[in-house]
């Protein structure tokens, strides 16, 4: 359903998605999920059968930029996507990702052996695996997995993130849920890009407005900072930067018109937008915050660390030698 089909606009929904991650501040992960599915959020991309909005990507990019921009401690980006790729699979377990009466999460980083009907191998990059209830794993013969964290060895990682941790899972011969064919596996990566800048772009945008703040109130002899022209300068390089975000979100949603491989492009280039203008944003405005600005006192270090990790959990360098490869072939 699209905004024309449905008679909403996306933007409408990025006063409920602000409000339910700032009154999730104060609650543990059961209590974030309730909230979520109380305000309809977890249901934003699955079909009414499970309980859902049925509702298009354009509804969860402002939902995913206030989840950036609030430093929501939850995987939503990994929920709405597999509530819609498992409605036609497992309806059931959907349903219970809408409501928030089960928890799932994707590992990026890895692919496990399917083995005889049973899934074993170690996984990477699970955003807060340690509380989620089912996981979503890729396979090496294509496809991909969703297998019960029961059982499973689920271990700390070394990341970066201080918000949505991330975790390594292992399985040793677990029985999987249910199986997702390579395109539809190929779907959900290539609208995880795109959510992935969505959250990006909600996170660098509180680093401007944190930096803004700051150099409008802090003064220098006798002036506030930004009144320097320099300041001013590299604040409005970094708006520019949120711009060229923004539009390349926008063009990845906007599909009407679009083959499939302008899709995989628009969505490659929206996530490659925001991994290169996300980081420079967040360590830019750490910079307008001086000495301050790397202490645990000043949040935008968690912005940026968020900001890292998404980036790692697209594997950006690769994705940008093999978008620079193609556009070179097809020159």
Same mark, same amino acid.
């Given at each position: ?67 950036? *921009?609030?430093?929501?401690? $939850? ?27 089960? &928890? ?8 496990? &052996? ?77 609208? *995880? ?79 490659? *937008? ?19 600005? $790397? ?9 940026? &660390?968020?900001? &890292? ?23």
């Amino acid at each position: 359903m699209d905004m024309i089909d449905s008679g909403l606009n996306p933007a409408e929904f990025a006063t409920t998605a602000e409000r339910a991650v700032a009154a999730c501040a104060t609650l543990d992960g059961a209590g974030r999920a309730a909230r979520l599915a109380e305000d309809g959020i977890l249901g934003l991309l699955a079909g009414e059968e499970v309980g859902g909005l049925g509702l298009g990507l354009p509804f969860a990019v402002p939902v995913l930029a206030a989840a950036g *921009a609030g430093d929501l401690a $939850f995987p939503l980006l990994e929920t709405l996507l597999l509530t819609r790729a498992l409605e036609g699979v497992l309806p059931e377990i959907a349903e219970a990702f809408v409501t928030g009466g089960a &928890r799932g999460t994707i590992a990026w980083q890895g692919k496990a &052996r399917l083995v005889g009907g049973k899934v074993s191998g170690m996984l990477g990059r699970a955003p807060m695996a340690g509380e989620a209830d089912w996981v979503l794993v890729r396979l090496a013969d294509g496809g991909a997995a969703l297998v019960s964290t029961e059982g499973a060895k689920v271990s700390k990682a070394v990341t970066l993130d201080v918000t949505v941790s991330e975790e390594n899972i292992s399985f040793d011969g677990a029985e999987p849920k249910a199986k997702l064919d390579a395109p539809a596996l190929a779907v959900l990566e290539n609208d *995880a890009l795109v959510l992935r800048a969505a959250v990006i772009m909600g996170a660098a945008d509180t680093c401007i407005a944190l930096a803004a703040e700051h150099v409008g109130n802090r003064k220098q002899f006798g002036k506030p900072l930004v009144a320097y022209q320099a300041v001013r300068h590299l604040l409005a390089r970094h708006k520019l930067g949120l711009e060229g975000i923004r539009g390349a979100v926008t063009r990845a949603t906007a599909t009407q018109g679009l083959t499939g491989e302008e899709l995989l492009t628009a969505s490659r280039a929206a996530f490659l *937008a925001a991994a290169t203008h996300g980081p420079s944003i967040g360590e830019g405005a750490i910079q307008l915050f001086g000495g301050m600005g $790397f202490t645990w006192e000043v949040p935008v270090h968690r912005y940026l &660390r968020r900001i &890292r990790a998404l980036e790692a959990q697209g594997a950006a360098p690769a994705l940008r030698e093999a978008v620079a490869a193609a556009l070179i072939d097809a020159a």
